[in-house]
């Protein structure tokens, strides 16, 4: 029963990927998109059975279909394992995808492989539960290379342009960067533990008395670079902003809610591992702090709407890790789930008004939509006040818990994270201000064509604002069900009960505080003194620097590309000639002893005499005398 | 004289050979004429011969006797050859130098 | 029944398809290809039930040489890889016009029976001579029926002859070597050699130089990418899909057990190699004008990883490397028939002249796209199961082999991707591009099911090398 | 110094002299000459090894048959003319340098594996008489003896062939 409905969960989305590979072109737009988002509605509803399922049963459901992969010291074996973070994510991944599957039937109608968006939009799904689902680390390594492959898929969606298609190879090659981190991590507990399996691995690390530190320490460092590939952080990061050249539904889902968080729930599931190696920990939350601090001041000067929302996301991925490297995996579980929504609602957002100006992304060529697109709007500024970390909507909780957890473990780390968080609140309403207030400032021929977008669209924004102002309820800070309902995970008891006394509450307020003050210098700036973002080369001094992604991109170009580059024309041009002309010289020299040799052959019967005496006298003494 | 030996020692035939056939090696090598490069070779023939024979009187046994006529008339039939080859050469090149034979030129 | 079955069977094929003429060479060669594929999986059958399938008996008395012909699970992995892409590379010709083409296929069928020779012979001399004789059917394929200018397509085809030949002259030696000190050629003799640290040494170098010439091994290799261009698409899978696999191969089967001293002395230099070869191929591969010098690149930087499997002694090693010579055979098969199938409609096999050609044919460009990807081995292709099994053993020996080794995912991924991207991504070509026709996708097809197959389940394959693996892995640790 | 020995020395001096005189002749017709002489004093050296028999065909064969032979051709090309070019310097030296390499060589390998004299005893028996060479010659050799008939035969065929005028010299 479990085994058939694991399947049905899994292939539901895989049947919609290859029923719109081979026949979606042939039943029209709608429909294909109908069947796409239909299948992962199925999906959904099996997660919801599993969800009932694991509550129940807390300690989870196992579930082995065939023997995959044999090592000397272990087998992998291709199975499933669903629990309290398994499905969780599958809550998310499933519900929101369909939502955005729903969104996409609207969004997309106008593009004329819309069946091929959808088989690929199936496939990501399909990948992302198996990387959830999977009950070990191989498993898990193919979802997490198959959602990189079809993030390469939709962000090159437009195929024809160049520019996209470089985005997306950057992404899988950065992605595969980080493929590598987690192979070598996998290869070291493989050898360290003799299996993959997450329920083993669990039992032999507790059971184990004398642990290999320093190798331990390596395959959590490995699988953090794993992490940071996948889930764009230092030094990782730079192709997720690319990533935005896809469609936008494909960035809320891919590159906001779903894959991204990809690494957070590796090393969730890895908690027990990562709680061995504090060096580690300390890692991911410096480099998460400081991602969420550079990604945020990056994100205060772009212009382009889903850049802007882009390093955002880097930022908020920023702030999950801190709270991971903190030790503080229900937290960061937390503001996944979190930003999820209100993300997922902001990009749909973006999309809606990118989609009212046909294609249309830069903010200063926008303004004024507040009238045109209420819901839009409305469910923008819901999502935006979430991100910023106002109360009562979801946000606030999931960060405010990542800053209490950060300034319990160390000051600077807190400060930096609220900073990077004043800075959201800050480029959020920039965002929201130029978009939506003030007068339109694009052509004549968008204005005449503004319009609120069809109910597919809106629908799922509204769902979606709904579980942004909402989804703060799972975990209250002093009731949480989401702590109890993962406290099974967690080898460390989970963060001693927060006592709130009045130190708790004055973080809280710094932190509402931020927020506002955030929001007010935005309200200041692009309301009260009416600005707008200057023009591309008009920006100068710092701003610049900033807008320029602190020239991240082209120092990658220049130190890794360009050398790799240079390396490649070096070898073809010049080792391999030379090692050629080596094989050549061989054959040459072969060539001229012969021809040397030839002379010696003159046909002078006088010389063979000579040559012959020689040679008799030599073999005379050698045979006789030698000895 | 069956005791020859015994007063001149086989040492000096085996001196006296040796010499013999570096002389004629000397000739095959310093001479361009064929004819004197074939009475060279004779030479060593010869030189060869007299020590079979002088070993065979030191071991008392007939058989090197016996080869020293079978290598005469390997050297009747190689001379008699020889010399038509010769004759051959001379009537097409009207020399018999032996450094104008190059044909072997590879 | 036993395995000399297929050789003759397979012989008989490349007279046959010679007598039948130019106009039914291919299919009569199709047919004896199938055959012998079926005959195979007979085989099989007949080796999974227990039985022996082996064939030895007396050859010649004076140097004392069997005719011996082995069937373990590794021979018969080769086996199958071997008849299965011959009738699929055969298949793969059939849009193509060849003058004088009994003779063609008549070669193809030839070399398929010299290469399975070589697979299965259990005896040194016998083993060399197919060696051999897999080496001249594809000399004149490459000479006759290769492309380019006829000088140049001569001196690239006879100077990896005559490579190719001087390599295995060394093993030549070392076999001779071997039978003073065992008396026969037989392998199972060979193996029972106690020979001393530096006569093992000797004998595993001359073998590697073999190897490493066939496989190819940086820096052995510069014979490769030109062949590989100046080829035939025919001589090419030959080439890259079985014929390397012979190199590779015959490191599991002769060098290691008979020199195990010297391989496990000497293990971190020619993993290293093997390494090396995977950064340098990847690296080279970059920047390549050419569809067919890019796909030998990476087939270079693949074997380099297999190498560096085998070398590692260990049974993922060995496992792993078998694994990926299957995959590697087939989606090598299947990139070279994707350029061929590009020559056949633009005449160019210049990267810089394709483009935009996603947009007039999707099926092509999903096909394509699905052979990159296993290329660059993906989860659930074949070629991950291998890769990720001869990574693993590398890091059982040094984790940064592992590392290194492993930038081929990050590197294949660059390559591999720049050149999909200038291929077939991009404004569409005001070239036409007809869509592939039935023959050629169902080729490719039948190519990219097997991986993605064997790539979820490849248990099957490992179940039947294993246990001779495990065999020859006694026979190497017995010092 | 008993007479035998100086009977040999004399011999040798006369092989020895004659045997460079062969070579160092401008003439072909002397250096036959010389040869002829140098064969004569060998035949003495039979003669002092009391191979009588040896002796007489020796003569018989290369005094006679060989010699006149050679003399025949010389007289045949006319060569009797001093006309040889010198060979190089570097000819001449190199076969000075090849004689003395090769002399030293032999010695050598004769001094090296020199017998020992003294063991040579005169057991008297007869082992040289023309009646042991013949029975010699036609039991133990009878093969060879026969082959080395055969030899002379295609030796005469082949002489005769050779020096045929060839016809096709229209």
Redesign the interface.
């Known amino acids: 029963m479990n085994t058939n409905l694991a399947l049905l969960l899994l292939l539901a989305p895989f049947i919609g990927f290859l029923f719109n590979i081979f026949f979606g072109k042939s039943i029209g737009k709608t429909a294909s998109g109908v069947i796409g988002t239909l299948m992962i509605v199925v999906s959904f509803i099996v997660t919801l059975y599993f969800f009932g399922a694991i509550t129940a049963k807390p300690e989870g459901i196992h579930i082995s279909l065939f023997d995959w992969i044999q090592i000397s010291n272990f087998k992998v074996d291709f199975g499933f394992q669903f629990d309290q973070l398994s499905v969780l994510w599958l809550l998310f991944v499933t519900g929101i995808g369909s939502l955005i599957h729903m969104y996409s039937i609207s969004y997309m109608h106008d593009d004329e492989n819309m069946h091929k968006y959808f088989a690929y939009l199936n496939l990501f799904i399909f990948f992302m539960i198996t990387l959830v689902i999977g009950s070990n680390l191989l498993v898990l390594f193919i979802g997490w290379e198959g959602v990189g492959l079809c993030s390469y898929l939709l962000i090159g969606f437009w195929h024809k342009n160049q520019e996209f298609n470089d985005a997306a190879k950057k992404a899988f090659i950065m992605n595969r960067i980080g493929d590598l981190g987690l192979l070598i991590g996998i290869f070291i507990i493989g050898s360290l533990f003799s299996t993959l399996d997450y329920a083993t691995l669990k039992t032999a690390i507790a059971g184990a008395t004398d642990l290999n530190m320093y190798w331990i320490s390596a395959a959590a460092f490995a699988l953090f670079i794993g992490a940071c590939g996948k889930s764009a952080q230092i030094p990782l990061y730079t192709w997720l902003p690319d990533a935005m050249a896809g469609p936008t539904p494909v960035s809320a889902l891919i590159h906001a809610a779903t894959m991204v968080t990809a690494g957070i729930f590796m090393i969730t599931r890895l908690n027990y591992l990562f709680d061995l190696a504090p060096d580690v920990q300390n890692i991911i939350a410096i480099v998460g702090a400081v991602t969420s601090l550079v990604a945020a001041t990056i994100a205060l000067v772009q212009t382009d709407i889903k850049k802007v929302l882009a390093y955002s996301t880097v930022s908020q991925l920023g702030l999950m890790f801190l709270a991971l490297g903190l030790g503080a995996y229900e937290v960061a579980v937390f503001h996944v789930i979190t930003h999820a929504f209100f993300k997922a609602c902001l990009f749909l957002g973006s999309g809606s008004v990118i989609h009212a100006l046909h294609g249309e992304q830069d903010m200063r060529k926008m303004g004024g939509l507040k009238k045109v697109m209420t819901i839009t709007f409305v469910t923008f500024l819901i999502s935006s006040l979430a991100i910023s970390g106002i109360p009562p909507f979801s946000g606030f909780f999931s960060k405010d818990e990542i800053l209490m957890v950060a300034f319990e473990h160390n000051k600077i780390l807190w400060f930096i994270a609220s900073l990077a968080s004043l800075m959201t609140a800050f480029y959020m309403f920039r965002l929201l201000y130029l978009t939506f207030f003030k007068e339109f400032r694009g052509t004549a021929e968008q204005k005449s064509h503004l319009h609120e977008s069809p109910t597919l669209i809106t629908f799922p924004l509204i769902v979606l604002a709904i579980l942004a102002t909402l989804g703060g309820l799972i975990s209250l800070p002093t009731n949480s069900w989401l702590n109890e309902y993962l406290a099974p995970l967690f080898t460390k008891v989970a963060t001693e009960e927060h006592h709130f006394g009045t130190s708790e509450y004055m973080l809280m307020l710094v932190a509402v505080i931020g927020g506002l003050v955030g929001i007010g210098i935005a309200y200041s700036k692009y309301i009260k003194q009416n600005l707008v973002p200057e023009e591309d080369e008009k920006i100068t001094g710092f701003a610049k620097v900033l807008y320029n992604k602190y020239y991240v991109d082209e120092i990658y170009d220049s130190l890794f590309v360009k050398s790799i580059n240079g390396l490649s024309k070096f070898f073809r041009d010049n080792v391999e000639t030379t090692l050629s002309s080596l094989v050549f010289g061989l054959g040459k020299v072969t060539n001229e002893i012969g021809f040397q040799g030839k002379k010696l052959q003159s046909g002078s019967i006088g010389f063979y005499l000579f040559a012959f005496v020689l040679g008799i006298c030599a073999i005379i003494t050698y045979l006789f005398l030698a000895q | 004289?069956?005791?020859?030996?015994?007063?001149?020692?086989?040492?000096?035939?085996?001196?006296?050979s040796?010499?013999?056939?570096?002389?004629?090696?000397?000739?095959?090598?310093?001479?361009?004429?064929a004819?004197?490069v074939?009475?060279?070779i004779?030479?060593m023939l010869?030189a060869v011969?007299?020590l079979f024979?002088?070993f065979?009187?030191?071991h008392?046994?007939?058989?090197g006797?016996?080869f020293?006529?079978?290598s005469?008339?390997?050297?009747?039939?190689?001379?008699?050859?020889g010399?038509?080859?010769?004759?051959?050469i001379?009537?097409n090149l009207g020399s018999?130098?032996?450094?104008n034979?190059?044909?072997?030129?590879? | 029944m036993n395995v000399s079955l297929i050789l003759i069977l397979l012989l008989v094929g490349a007279f046959a398809t010679y007598i039948s003429g130019d106009k039914v060479a291919s299919k009569v060669a199709l047919f004896f290809g199938l055959s012998a594929l079926g005959c195979s999986l007979v085989l099989l059958n007949h080796f999974n039930s227990g039985e022996n399938i082996s064939f030895l008996c007396q050859w010649i008395n004076q140097p004392n040489v069997s005719f011996a012909l082995k069937a373990d699970g590794l021979s018969i992995a080769m086996l199958l890889l071997t008849t299965a892409l011959t009738p699929i590379i055969i298949y793969t010709s059939f849009g193509t016009e060849y003058k004088n083409a009994k003779a063609f296929y008549s070669l193809i069928l030839f070399m398929s029976f010299a290469m399975v020779g070589t697979f299965l012979a259990a005896d040194g001399l016998l083993y060399y001579i197919f060696w051999e004789l897999a080496l001249i059917p594809i000399y004149f394929i490459a000479l006759i029926w290769g492309n380019g200018d006829a000088e140049e397509r001569k001196k690239a085809v006879v100077k990896f002859f005559i490579y190719t030949l001087a390599g295995s002259l060394f093993m030549l030696i070392a076999f001779i070597y071997l039978y003073q000190q065992a008396g026969s050629f037989l392998i199972e003799d060979l193996y029972k050699l106690n020979l001393s640290a530096t006569e093992q040494l000797w004998i595993f170098l001359a073998f590697f130089l073999a190897y490493a010439i066939k496989i190819p091994i940086i820096p052995f290799h510069t014979w490769q990418a030109n062949v590989y261009q100046k080829a035939p698409a025919v001589g090419t899978m030959l080439l890259s899909g079985i014929m390397l696999k012979m190199g590779l191969y015959s490191i599991i089967r002769w060098q290691l057990p008979i020199t195990p001293l010297a391989a496990k002395e000497y293990m971190y230099i020619f993993v290293s190699l093997g390494v090396a070869g995977v950064i340098y191929g990847s690296i080279v591969a970059l920047r390549q004008k050419d569809l067919k010098k890019l796909l030998a690149y990476s087939s270079l930087a693949h074997v380099g990883l297999i190498a560096a499997g085998t070398y590692t002694l260990t049974i993922d090693g060995l496992r792993g490397a078998v694994l990926q010579m299957i995959a590697h055979g087939f989606v090598v098969v299947g990139l070279f028939f994707i350029s061929e199938i590009i020559f056949r409609r633009y005449e160019t096999r210049t990267i810089s002249e394709m483009g935009g050609i996603r947009t007039q044919s999707p099926k092509f460009a999903s096909m394509f796209l699905l052979l990159v990807l296993a290329s660059v081995a993906l989860p659930t292709t074949f070629n991950f199961v291998g890769e990720f099994t001869v990574l693993y053993s590398l890091s059982q020996i040094n984790v940064w082999f592992a590392f290194l080794g492993g930038t081929t995912i990050i590197l294949g991924a660059y390559y591999m991707l720049k050149m999909y991207q200038q291929v077939m991504l991009g404004e569409t070509n005001t070239k036409v591009f007809a869509d592939v026709t039935f023959k050629e996708g169902f080729a490719l097809v039948l190519i990219i099911g097997v991986l993605f197959f064997f790539g979820m389940y490849p248990k099957p394959i490992t179940d039947l090398i294993t246990p001779s693996l495990e065999e020859i892995l006694k026979v190497i640790n017995r010092v | 110094m008993s007479t035998i020995l100086i009977i040999f020395c004399v011999l040798a001096a006369v092989t020895v002299l004659t045997a460079f005189l062969t070579i160092f002749s401008r003439n072909p017709i002397h250096s036959a000459l010389y040869l002829v002489i140098c064969f004569f004093s060998i035949a003495g050296h039979y003669l002092l090894l009391n191979s009588q028999f040896l002796a007489v065909v020796h003569i018989i064969v290369y005094s006679g048959a060989i010699m006149i032979l050679f003399l025949f051709t010389i007289m045949l090309m006319n060569l009797n003319k001093e006309n040889e070019v010198h060979k190089p310097r570097i000819t001449r030296l190199g076969a000075i340098v090849s004689f003395c390499l090769i002399c030293l060589v032999l010695l050598a390998v004769f001094i090296n594996s020199k017998p020992i004299v003294g063991e040579y005893i005169s057991t008297g028996e007869d082992y040289q008489s023309i009646k042991v060479l013949g029975k010699v010659l036609l039991n133990e050799y009878m093969v060879p003896f026969e082959f080395a008939s055969i030899l002379l035969l295609v030796a005469m065929i082949g002489t005769v062939l050779l020096s045929k005028k060839e016809k096709t010299e229209k």
């Open positions: 004289m069956n005791n020859i030996l015994n007063e001149i020692g086989i040492e000096n035939y085996i001196f006296l040796v010499i013999l056939f570096c002389i004629g090696v000397f000739g095959v090598l310093y001479r361009r004429n004819i004197i074939f009475m060279s004779e030479i010869n011969n007299l024979v002088a065979s009187t030191y008392q046994d007939a058989q006797q016996i020293v006529f079978f005469m008339a390997v050297a009747a039939a190689e001379v008699a050859v010399l038509a080859i010769l004759v051959s001379f009537r018999i130098d032996i450094n034979l190059k044909n072997l030129k590879g």
